[in-house]
């Protein structure tokens, strides 16, 4: 018998490092996240200051981050690590995403020194939390619409808006916000360190959730929020600032989703072989035989292309439109196999007993966020055909 990673000899493909790094990963999150992952669920919530310092000392907080307190490790190794969390819950995995590739990167790439002194060391060890607010009520996968603006007064910026479905924001120390401000007659978005306390800003954190439960997701109110001439990242200007950090953590799901879809199979395999139907297990049916190749061949094609692209990163060469293919890919099968996990389950599938449903769930908002299926076909499709069939 073989696992999935096993039928199609990924291992070969790793360097001893990689392996290294992997294992470190899984080991730490069999032993301090696996365990409480189905009760982090149920009650909608995670630790995130306990378990930040811990991913931290591990180096996986902006890992691929270079100087700063940051691992600077490669993109592969990145991609590696979001998957072992992954395989655990989308939940922990976007915690690291969004303080490494999204609030870290792009203090990394548009901040000044003051700021990468200020803020990296500390994000890099998870002492502090760090968000990133770029979507609104009505704008999410057309962020240029943003309502949020920063105005000028003498110095100081002065911000009004709301931004939604913002992770880690009721926990953040610091948020990166995204805005709205006129240069020469031109609207151009730039974004703004915004520390937690300032006056006018607020973070509720939302509820009710069925998807991503063990994550904290908040919205944002800047009313009237005053900062400082030099809260706002130097190197930002225009919408392409914060597509390049979306760019950097949807390369994390690319390899990330697959952990979850490799959970599902491997608790549906183990549970085939046990389960028995008509006097015999429910794993010796064809069907049964025919739904698994079919999800393990979904597995290991997403799995190559993740490597790929990965190692396409690691040279320098990735483009954006391959980011999103893989993004597009691993999400859509993960989201399938997790689902075809779950009939083979039957009614044990729905319960937190076993992951599949948790991962299927969860893999609902990874569809959605860092750019929706759709929005990456239409990427795609005008790479493919050079026309915009996005407005
Ligand atoms: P909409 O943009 O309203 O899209 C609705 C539907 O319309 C989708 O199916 C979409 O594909 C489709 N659609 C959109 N445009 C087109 C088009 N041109 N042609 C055809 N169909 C189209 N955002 C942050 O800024 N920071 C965060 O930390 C963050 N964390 C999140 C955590 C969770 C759990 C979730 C669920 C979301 C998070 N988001 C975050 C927001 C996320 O990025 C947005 O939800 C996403 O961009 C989609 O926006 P929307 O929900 O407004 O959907």
Request: aromatic share 6%.
């Amino acid at each position: 018998m073989v696992t999935v990673e096993e039928l199609f000899a990924i291992d070969t493909l790793l360097s001893d490092e990689e392996r290294e790094i992997r294992a470190a990963v899984a080991s730490f999150a069999a032993q301090r996240l696996r365990p409480h992952i189905a009760e982090w669920f149920e009650a909608g919530t995670v630790p995130v200051r306990e378990l930040a310092p811990e991913l931290g000392r591990l180096g996986l907080l902006g890992m691929h981050l270079e100087g700063y307190g940051c691992a600077g490790l490669s993109a592969t190794m990145y991609g590696l690590a979001c998957q072992e969390l992954e395989a655990v819950d989308s939940g922990v995995r976007s915690l690291v995403s969004v303080q490494g590739s999204l609030a870290m990167t792009a203090i990394h790439k548009f901040g000044s020194e003051e700021h990468k002194q200020r803020w990296l060391p500390e994000l890099a060890a998870g002492t502090a939390i760090g968000c990133f607010g770029l979507t609104e009520p009505d704008f999410g996968s057309n962020p240029g619409g943003m309502r949020t603006r920063a105005k000028r007064d003498g110095a100081d910026w002065v911000l009004n808006g709301s931004k939604m479905w913002i992770t880690n924001g009721s926990v953040a120390d610091i948020a990166v916000i995204w805005a709205q401000t006129e240069h020469e007659g031109r609207q151009v978005v730039r974004g703004f360190l915004v520390p937690a306390g300032t006056p006018g800003f607020t973070a509720r954190e939302m509820h009710h959730k069925l998807s991503l439960r063990a994550s904290l997701t908040a919205e944002l109110d800047l009313d009237d929020v005053r900062l400082p001439a030099d809260a706002v990242l130097p190197e930002s200007r225009g919408l392409g600032a914060p597509l390049a950090c979306l760019s950097e953590a949807r390369f994390g799901i690319v390899f990330g989703a697959l952990g979850a879809a490799r959970d599902c199979l491997a608790a549906t395999i183990d549970y085939a072989r046990t389960r028995e139907v008509f006097d015999k297990p429910l794993a010796a049916y064809q069907l049964t035989q025919a739904k698994l190749a079919d999800m393990a061949l979904e597995f290991g094609k997403g799995q190559l292309l993740a490597l790929h692209l990965g190692r396409l990163k690691d040279q320098g060469r990735v483009t954006s439109e391959q980011v999103s293919a893989g993004k597009l890919n691993s999400t859509r099968e993960a989201i399938a196999i997790a689902r075809q996990c779950r009939t083979i389950l039957g009614a044990n599938g729905i319960t937190l007993d076993y992951p599949v449903l948790r991962h299927a769930n969860n893999l609902e908002s990874v569809l959605t966020y860092e750019g929706t299926a759709e929005v990456h076909q239409l990427v795609l499709g005008k790479a493919l055909t050079d026309a915009n069939a996005f407005r």
